[in-house]
């Protein structure tokens, strides 16, 4: 049983009228004759009752209507709903992300891609870029945001916005009353950082910052998100180096203050190649529309 032999079936049960009904389907006669005749031939009984007058449904032409309107209606649901996920406009949407995006971007994307696609699902997991990369390439996260690791096997990457790096302290740190801080400033400073085998980008980056000075960072304390960092910062348990948008959780005990030279950390888009999920590119859409213009340290 074909499904044009349905839909000509319904247009006609509908206008009871060869002519008419044939205009609908874009069709002619003959061949709509021919549709009818094949689909009573298929069911083993009349559907139409026709005469040199009128066209009207037989008593089982009346129940097979209610029930072939079902069946195309269920279809064209399913057709709709196939095409809105081959567009992007309905789905899921896996997303990883550093800690410190939520300070920049990952709050006015996320809003711009909720009103643009409201029917796609966002799963949101706050990962380190080492977790991202290994949950883009098993296929677990759609789209990461990760620190300071470029293209690897199993995913892409790009740089969404280079990121100012600043120095954090308690407010009452000898420090905190320079406009702004040296390296060199640095160096015998107890430091709370990531952990490097999580964050390895980062780390490297922020090691790569005392190599010229011929020493390394005093670390004596790891924490994985900078809201942990800043919290250990609170404590005077050390400072850190963290990306300008923590500004934006500063409290009033903890000073922020640009570096000297004005060095950056790189906020990257990841995601797998291998990915077919078309919702993934309107969501990094979002997220450069939603790009902030400053982020500059905010007193």
């Given amino acids: 049983m074909e499904i044009r032999h349905l839909r000509s079936f319904q247009v006609l049960a509908e206008e009871l009228h060869f002519g008419r009904a044939a205009a609908r389907l874009h069709i002619s006669q003959p061949p709509l004759t021919a549709h009818i005749k094949e689909l009573e031939r298929e069911v083993g009984t009349a559907l139409f009752h026709r005469s040199t007058r009128r066209v009207s449904l037989t008593d089982a032409g009346e129940i097979f209507a209610v029930r072939v309107g079902d069946i195309l209606g269920s279809l ?25 995006a939520s300070g920049t971007v990952l709050g006015p994307g996320l809003r711009m891609f909720r009103d643009r696609r409201p029917e796609v699902q966002l799963d949101l997991s706050p990962l380190t870029t ?41 407010a009452t740190h000898r420090l905190a009353g320079k406009a702004e801080v040296e390296i060199a400033d640095l160096l015998e400073e107890k430091l709370i950082l990531f952990p490097a085998h999580l964050m390895p980008g980062y780390v490297a980056q922020i090691w790569s910052l005392f190599t010229p000075h011929g020493a390394e960072p005093r670390v004596v304390q790891e924490a994985i998100h900078h809201e942990t960092v800043l919290g250990f910062v609170s404590a005077d348990v050390g400072i850190s180096i963290l990306p300008a948008s923590v500004s934006r959780f500063r409290t009033d005990d903890i000073a922020i203050r640009p570096i000297s030279g004005s060095p950056t950390t790189p906020l990257m888009v990841a995601r797998n190649p291998e990915s077919r999920n078309p919702a993934v590119g309107a969501f990094i859409d ?8 400053d982020l500059g340290v905010t007193e």
């Fill in 130 to 170: 080492r977790e991202q990369i290994d949950a883009l390439s098993q296929g677990d996260l759609d789209v990461g945001l990760i620190r300071s690791a470029g293209s690897g096997p199993g995913y892409t990457a790009e740089v969404l916005v280079e990121e100012p790096l600043v120095a954090v302290m308690p």
């Fill in 286 to 293: 979002c997220l450069y529309a939603a790009l902030p213009g």
């Fill in 76 to 100: 064209d649901e399913a057709v709709a709903e196939v095409r809105a996920y081959a567009s992007g406009k309905r789905g899921r949407v896996r997303v990883g992300f550093v800690s410190s």
